[in-house]
């Protein structure tokens, strides 16, 4: 029986498992969930399954409850009642920089469905995956400079690289808090949708995904996050390395053989 992930004693995470993903739910609605070390923790649990077990995973926040008039929530930040005890061995320590990156750096790829508040860690969360979709009430920012910190998980290099340094500093200087639609614009996010539909897109880009051959995926995305000093002897090797799959000689004779028809 193939391995599956323990989530026994999980208390922030909600975790759904099917045979080519990982379905995680961000789950501390009381506290809009901000992130806490016990929801560090149990994502370095789960990212240290996926390592062993590549599959895709979707990150999605608390949804909303039209019916009872509750909103849905990606994640407001790090826990402020945590953040505002933590001295400088802390900061030093790196831990949501750590786990950010560590989540980033995952075989397959991530989607990070986002819904309501994507704010400070909350965004830096969402700029580590590899695809964002969101929806109308999507507020996303980094306040941390108004907190008397800086964004120190990822913003200030990851945001850059998504936005631009213009934008990218606004947000991060200024405290500019992007709208949903702000977001598609700029490129954030490649989709936005209505909120009843968000884990239906979320669903539909990891089936398009799954279409792919894993391997080649894993491959693709290892050699895109690598230092340009590396390309193109990297694209090479790799490329060798897939030349002699079976997944490839079994592709492409399907494809072939769809063409004769």
């Given at each position: 029986?193939?391995?599956?992930?323990?989530?026994?004693?999980?208390?922030?995470?909600?975790?759904?498992?099917?045979?080519?993903?990982?379905?995680?739910?961000?789950?501390?609605?009381?506290?809009?969930?901000?992130?806490?070390?016990?929801?560090?923790?149990?994502?370095?649990?789960?990212?240290?399954?996926?390592?062993?077990?590549?599959?895709?995973?979707?990150?999605?926040?608390?949804?909303?409850?039209?019916?009872?008039?509750?909103?849905?929530?990606?994640?407001?930040?790090?826990?402020?009642?945590?953040?505002?005890?933590?001295?400088?061995?802390?900061?030093?320590?790196?831990?949501?920089?750590?786990?950010?990156?560590?989540?980033?750096?995952?075989?397959?790829?991530?989607?990070a469905a986002l819904?309501?508040?994507?704010?400070?860690?909350?965004?830096?969360?969402?700029?580590?995956?590899?695809?964002?979709?969101?929806?109308?009430?999507?507020?996303?920012g980094n306040p941390?400079?108004?907190?008397?910190?800086?964004?120190?998980?990822?913003?200030?290099?990851?945001?850059?690289?998504?936005?631009?340094?213009?934008?990218?500093?606004?947000?991060?200087?200024?405290?500019?808090?992007?709208?949903?639609?702000?977001?598609?614009?700029?490129?954030?996010?490649?989709?936005?949708?209505?909120?009843?539909?968000?884990?239906?897109?979320?669903?539909?880009?990891?089936?398009?995904?799954?279409?792919?051959?894993?391997?080649?995926?894993?491959?693709?995305?290892?050699?895109?996050?690598?230092?340009?000093?590396?390309?193109?002897?990297?694209?090479?090797?790799?490329?060798?390395?897939?030349?002699?799959?079976?997944?490839?000689?079994?592709?492409?004779?399907?494809?072939?053989d769809r063409k004769?028809?």
């Amino acid at each position: 029986m193939a391995e599956q992930l323990d989530t026994t004693g999980f208390q922030t995470l909600k975790v759904t498992e099917s045979a080519d993903r990982l379905l995680v739910q961000l789950d501390r609605p009381e506290v809009k969930n901000a992130i806490d070390q016990l929801m560090v923790d149990e994502l370095h649990a789960v990212c240290a399954y996926l390592e062993r077990t590549p599959k895709v995973m979707v990150l999605s926040g608390t949804p909303a409850e039209p019916e009872a008039g509750a909103k849905g929530i990606f994640a407001s930040g790090a826990d402020i009642a945590q953040l505002r005890e933590r001295r400088r061995d802390d900061a030093l320590a790196g831990i949501n920089s750590g786990i950010f990156d560590r989540l980033a750096k995952l075989p397959m790829p991530v989607i990070a469905a986002l819904d309501g508040f994507a704010l400070g860690g909350g965004a830096e969360l969402a700029y580590a995956a590899d695809f964002r979709i969101g929806t109308p009430e999507l507020r996303m920012g980094n306040p941390e400079t108004g907190l008397g910190i800086m964004a120190a998980a990822g913003a200030t290099w990851r945001l850059k690289e998504l936005v631009g340094e213009p934008l990218a500093k606004e947000i991060l200087l200024a405290g500019k808090v992007l709208k949903g639609e702000d977001c598609l614009r700029v490129g954030l996010i490649t989709e936005l949708v209505e909120g009843s539909e968000l884990m239906a897109a979320a669903s539909a880009l990891a089936d398009r995904i799954g279409n792919q051959d894993p391997l080649a995926v894993r491959i693709t995305k290892s050699v895109f996050h690598t230092p340009r000093e590396a390309h193109p002897v990297i694209d090479t090797l790799a490329q060798g390395m897939l030349f002699e799959s079976q997944a490839k000689f079994d592709r492409m004779q399907a494809f072939l053989d769809r063409k004769k028809k």
